[in-house]
């Protein structure tokens, strides 16, 4: 198993990271290295094309079916009626594509008009049984979110009551809309907060702090409220992603820091803190029902390497260097539902929050990681092919040499190992293993010797014993009955037995 000398770091260009329409803000994989921004135009401007291609085709379909019907016919048919009649299909397809087209801007329309405040009531009252998400039994969680919800807008006055109906009308709406694909309810959400900023940006006047305020406090409430219906959909192939991923990280194993090139000692007690913080927030991250507390969980972990990084180097970590360590992170951790996590959070987070900032940057690298594990090859790792085909398969290990048989051959640790606190426990376990089975060996050897001896001793004290009987036989003889006074020779000298006298007084 030869594995090359020469060493080369995971190197991305800060430039990959940012969209690639040079807007300057930062881009996602999920929307072909595009920000949201772009990528929600580029979407539209696809659809809109589609649109118009589809009118075109449908007009073209329409002239050649009114050349042949005309030929058909002739001139002894009725020259309105028909054209009326042939016209009706094209009226069908006409009024179907301007539904489309307006879909979008009538489901805003209803979410801010004065009729939305009646439309849900009237609903209700036509049909009292509400969606299964809504009458569902609130958790915990999502009660304590609303009432801090309404504790926040409270201090907004009118604004905040506004605010609380048109949430609550959303929540109603989107409760419904079951048929819609995962992009779908992406567009809807995204579609509300850019109107709700809007709406809150000509009420406070430009101050865009505030607005991003209210605007964090309403993606926890809506978010909380719709998580079981918009996380991992079963429209999605998200959760088959995540299978192929975790069996991707778990075939991975035996990748270690020496391979990613990785600048953290986890010798050093704080370094290795830290690397475990780092595990558990990128873990913890699944259990989190609201996109900005996921992007908070991947902000620590981020800064607990840096912090790693640091410790090891005694400078400040470069970019360079952060992203090999997240890999390294991500292949330790192998967080649950990694991808539909990734992908909850592209869909309905905050759009301003992964365009800029520190939490855009961490999740952006993120991102990035995810591609790299997905696509790391023996080129990628500096190693053989064969040889890492055979680590993948787990044929061998480059953590120890193959052993034929019985417990793996125990070596002192050097190179990787030697500079992984975790690969040097392995290989004490692995020698107390082999210590404490030639201490069973032995302990076994005195259990079955005890076992002779008490044996032998059973049989030499049974044989002592017969001797001894046979030696002094037990002889018993029994007693001879007799009278009291058989024996007394001198009964006669006896003086009479004493009579009771009666004194007269």
Same mark, same amino acid.
């Given at each position: 198993?030869?594995?090359?000398?020469?060493?080369?770091? #995971?190197?991305? %260009?800060?430039?990959?990271?940012?969209?690639? +329409?040079?807007?300057?803000?930062?881009?996602?994989?999920?929307?072909?290295?595009?920000?949201?921004?772009?990528?929600?135009?580029?979407?539209?401007?696809?659809?809109?094309?589609?649109?118009?291609?589809?009118?075109?085709?449908?007009?073209?379909?329409?002239?050649?079916?009114?050349?042949?019907?005309?030929?058909?016919?002739?001139?002894?048919?009725?020259?309105?009626?028909?054209?009326?009649?042939?016209?009706?299909?094209?009226?069908?397809?006409?009024?179907? /594509?301007?539904?489309?087209?307006?879909?979008? &801007?009538?489901?805003?329309?209803?979410?801010?008009?004065?009729?939305?405040?009646?439309?849900?009531?009237?609903?209700?009252?036509?049909?009292?049984?509400?969606?299964?998400?809504?009458?569902?039994?609130?958790?915990?969680?999502?009660?304590?979110?609303?009432?801090?919800?309404?504790?926040?807008?409270?201090?907004?006055?009118?604004?905040?009551?506004? &605010?609380?109906?048109?949430?609550?009308?959303?929540?109603?709406?989107?409760?419904? /809309?079951?048929?819609?694909?995962?992009?779908?309810?992406?567009?809807?959400?995204?579609?509300?907060?850019?109107?709700?900023?809007?709406?809150?940006?000509?009420?406070?006047?430009?101050?865009?702090?505030?607005?991003?305020?209210?605007?964090?406090?309403?993606?926890?409430?809506?978010?909380?409220?719709?998580?079981?219906?918009?996380?991992?959909?079963?429209?999605?192939?998200?959760?088959?992603?995540?299978?192929?991923?975790?069996?991707?990280?778990?075939?991975?194993?035996?990748?270690?820091?020496?391979?990613?090139?990785?600048?953290?000692?986890?010798?050093?007690?704080?370094?290795?803190?830290?690397?475990?913080?780092? *595990?558990?927030?990128?873990?913890?991250?699944?259990? +989190?029902? &609201?996109?900005?507390?996921?992007?908070?969980?991947?902000?620590?972990?981020?800064?607990?390497?840096?912090?790693?990084?640091?410790?090891?180097?005694?400078?400040?970590?470069?970019?360079?260097?952060?992203?090999?360590?997240?890999?390294?992170?991500?292949?330790?951790?192998?967080? $649950?539902?990694?991808?539909?996590? *990734?992908?909850?959070?592209?869909?309905?987070?905050?759009?301003?929050?992964?365009?800029?900032?520190?939490?855009?940057?961490?999740?952006?690298?993120?991102?990035?990681?995810?591609?790299? #594990?997905?696509?790391? %090859?023996?080129?990628?790792?500096?190693?053989? $092919?064969?040889?890492?085909?055979?680590?993948?398969?787990?044929?061998?290990?480059?953590?120890?040499?193959?052993?034929?048989?019985?417990?793996?051959?125990?070596? $002192?640790?050097?190179?990787?190992?030697?500079?992984?606190?975790?690969?040097?426990?392995?290989?004490?376990?692995?020698?107390?293993?082999?210590?404490?089975?030639?201490?069973?060996?032995? &302990?076994?050897?005195?259990?079955?010797?005890?076992?002779?001896?008490?044996?032998?001793?059973?049989?030499?004290?049974?044989?002592?014993?017969?001797?001894?009987?046979?030696?002094? @036989?037990?002889?018993?003889?029994? @007693?001879?009955?007799?009278?009291?006074?058989? %024996?007394?020779?001198?009964?006669?000298?006896?003086?009479? @037995?004493?009579?009771?006298?009666?004194?007269?007084?």
């Amino acid at each position: 198993m030869s594995q090359r000398k020469e060493r080369r770091g #995971i190197h991305v %260009d800060q430039s990959e990271l940012h969209c690639n +329409k040079g807007c300057g803000y930062y881009g996602n994989a999920a929307w072909q290295g595009l920000c949201s921004k772009c990528w929600r135009e580029e979407y539209q401007r696809a659809r809109q094309k589609q649109i118009q291609e589809d009118w075109a085709l449908a007009e073209k379909l329409q002239r050649e079916e009114e050349v042949a019907y005309a030929s058909i016919q002739g001139a002894q048919s009725q020259p309105q009626a028909q054209p009326q009649a042939s016209l009706a299909p094209f009226s069908k397809f006409e009024e179907k /594509k301007t539904n489309e087209k307006t879909r979008k &801007v009538t489901t805003v329309k209803k979410f801010f008009s004065p009729s939305s405040r009646t439309a849900p009531k009237k609903e209700n009252q036509e049909g009292k049984t509400p969606s299964p998400s809504i009458s569902r039994q609130s958790s915990i969680e999502t009660d304590r979110v609303s009432r801090d919800f309404v504790d926040f807008l409270k201090t907004l006055h009118k604004p905040g009551r506004e &605010v609380h109906k048109q949430s609550r009308a959303f929540i109603e709406i989107m409760a419904n /809309k079951k048929d819609l694909s995962a992009d779908e309810l992406s567009e809807c959400v995204q579609d509300f907060y850019q109107n709700l900023s809007d709406r809150l940006m000509t009420h406070f006047k430009g101050s865009s702090e505030r607005v991003e305020r209210v605007m964090d406090e309403v993606e926890k409430y809506i978010m909380t409220r719709l998580y079981k219906s918009v996380f991992c959909p079963e429209t999605t192939d998200d959760e088959e992603k995540d299978l192929a991923t975790q069996n991707r990280i778990r075939a991975l194993h035996w990748v270690d820091i020496q391979m990613l090139c990785v600048p953290v000692d986890e010798e050093i007690p704080e370094v290795s803190d830290n690397v475990v913080k780092a *595990i558990t927030d990128v873990i913890e991250m699944d259990s +989190k029902r &609201v996109p900005r507390d996921k992007l908070a969980c991947i902000t620590r972990c981020s800064k607990h390497i840096f912090s790693a990084i640091k410790i090891t180097k005694s400078e400040p970590a470069s970019a360079d260097d952060f992203l090999p360590t997240l890999i390294y992170i991500v292949l330790k951790a192998n967080p $649950p539902r990694l991808q539909s996590n *990734i992908q909850y959070i592209t869909r309905f987070c905050n759009p301003s929050r992964l365009m800029t900032g520190e939490d855009g940057y961490y999740f952006t690298n993120l991102c990035c990681a995810v591609a790299f #594990i997905e696509k790391l %090859d023996a080129q990628s790792l500096n190693l053989d $092919p064969e040889d890492f085909e055979r680590y993948m398969s787990g044929q061998a290990s480059p953590r120890r040499p193959e052993a034929d048989s019985g417990w793996p051959q125990v070596d $002192p640790p050097t190179g990787s190992a030697a500079s992984s606190p975790a690969l040097s426990q392995v290989y004490q376990n692995l020698d107390l293993l082999s210590g404490l089975g030639s201490r069973q060996d032995r &302990v076994l050897e005195g259990v079955q010797s005890l076992q002779r001896d008490l044996i032998t001793w059973q049989e030499s004290v049974e044989r002592e014993v017969q001797e001894i009987l046979e030696k002094y @036989p037990l002889e018993i003889r029994l @007693p001879t009955p007799s009278a009291i006074d058989s %024996d007394n020779v001198e009964n006669d000298r006896l003086p009479p @037995p004493l009579t009771p006298q009666v004194f007269a007084g």
